[in-house]
């Protein structure tokens, strides 16, 4: 199959507002939070003695993962029942621990047993990095590791804990902020950590399930995108995805469909394709596609599909080949639909565990991680499941793969992995 990712970048209009150096992964999901690396070259196979380059043990497990940023590697880790929640900073070339800062929290918050504490992954610019604890805060360091500022964005108390990470946007951070009892979108000066705006999202009930009793919440890290010459941020609230105006945070238009039979969950990144945006409902709920653009709700003249039910999905998927390939975290499957229609093209079963890590794409190849810490290679090919590779570190991990620079940045719960072919 050829190698088509020239052709897939060329189709993106991704927004290029964070200033990565060249080979940077700098945020969740990498430069354009697409999941797309701009690399002609990655490992295909390693394995716990095998093209490992280094490994630095970790204090503990996190569902966050690893970015790399101007020569570092940063990843968050959280101790004694995440009453300290700490920012690590690594050499990308030893491994080397360079620098650790800890926020003394000093509370137990509620999680999920398979959710532990620092969930969210930090965002860098090359010269500051920014990371998000919760309840704890937002913090922004500079490379030395000197603190900067930090700013206290509410409680955020739900049974199954945070997840949404920050997103830098020039002179700005974006963060979702939730679940709980209040949820917003907010955007903070960069520099100095001032609020730019706060967009709040209206919540029926209190935060963990709607006024019908069912489960509510969404973990969604927004997506930054530009849609007829003009900049929006997306990001998939409890029943819809809402377009934003990263200059005043209003809400431009809606598309609403999330809501469903077993509740109200939004845990993946929305997936740009082309024109349409795609988005999996969490616990089995509804997923759905909508052309981009237009004013106010565009729900019954915009969403082309929806789909109930689904299998679960946590991690983000990636356009290739004109389809949207999909990680399961309910059946252990990886599935290919059509944007356009929502039509599955195939469904495989990958491995055998499931799939909380985001699929990732580099040298035209496409790459996710099992809970068992399996990192399944295989080819954007929408006719059938063309598997390339299975790389087994014999440790498990929910964390999504980061490229740079020809090298893969792997987090388990015991270890950051720098995995480099020979």
């Not at 009892?181 to 967009?199: F, H, M, P, S």
């Not at 609230?237 to 809606?254: A, H, L, Q």
């Not at 709700?297 to 004109?322: F, H, M």
């Not at 929502?342 to 499931?354: A, F, I, L, Q, V």
Request: net charge negative.
């Amino acid at each position: 199959m050829k190698n088509n990712l020239p052709r897939f970048a060329a189709i993106l209009s991704i927004l290029w507002c964070l200033p990565a150096l060249a080979g940077d992964w700098p945020q969740f999901r990498g430069t354009h939070g697409t999941g797309i690396a701009d690399e002609t070259r990655a490992p295909l196979n390693w394995g716990k003695d095998e093209n490992i380059k280094w490994r630095a043990q970790l204090p503990g497990p996190a569902n966050d993962s690893p970015i790399v940023s101007n020569g570092k590697v940063f990843i968050t880790c959280a101790e004694d029942e995440g009453r300290k929640r700490s920012l690590f900073c690594f050499d990308r070339e030893t491994g080397k621990e360079l620098w650790v800062r800890t926020v003394d929290f000093g509370r137990v918050m509620p999680t999920h047993k398979t959710h532990p504490y620092c969930g969210s992954t930090p965002a860098a610019n090359g010269e500051k990095v920014v990371v998000w604890h919760g309840s704890a805060g937002l913090f922004c360091y500079d490379f030395s590791g000197e603190e900067l500022w930090s700013k206290d964005l509410g409680e955020f108390r739900h049974m199954w804990g945070y997840a949404a990470s920050p997103v830098i946007c020039g002179d700005k951070v974006i963060q979702h902020c939730g679940p709980g009892k209040r949820v917003y979108l907010t955007a903070l000066d960069l520099n100095t950590g001032d609020t730019l705006w706060e967009t709040d999202e209206r919540i029926y009930g209190d935060g963990e399930r709607n006024a019908e009793g069912h489960y509510t919440g969404a973990w969604s890290t927004p997506v930054i995108t530009e849609i007829d010459g003009v900049d929006r941020i997306l990001c998939a609230m409890n029943t819809r995805v809402s377009g934003y105006d990263p200059e005043t945070g209003k809400i431009v238009w809606s598309c609403y469909g999330l809501k469903g039979r077993k509740g109200e969950l939004a845990y993946s990144s929305p997936v740009i394709a082309d024109g349409v945006c795609v988005q999996v409902g969490g616990f089995g709920g509804p997923s759905i596609g909508f052309t981009l653009g237009g004013r106010g709700d565009i729900t019954e003249k915009q969403r082309l599909w929806r789909t109930e039910p689904n299998p679960q999905s946590i991690g983000s998927g990636v356009y290739a080949a004109g389809h949207v390939f999909l990680p399961d975290a309910g059946q252990g499957t990886i599935r290919c639909l059509d944007p356009k229609t929502g039509e599955e093209t195939w469904r495989e079963k990958s491995r055998g565990p499931n799939h909380w890590g985001s699929i990732v794409m580099a040298a035209g190849r496409l790459y996710v991680t099992n809970q068992s810490g399996e990192t399944i290679v295989f080819a954007p090919n929408p006719e059938r499941f063309e598997k390339l590779a299975v790389n087994a570190l014999g440790e498990e991990s929910n964390s999504t793969p980061a490229i740079s620079d020809g090298e893969i940045f792997l987090r388990t719960f015991e270890a950051l992995y720098c995995v480099a072919e020979k």
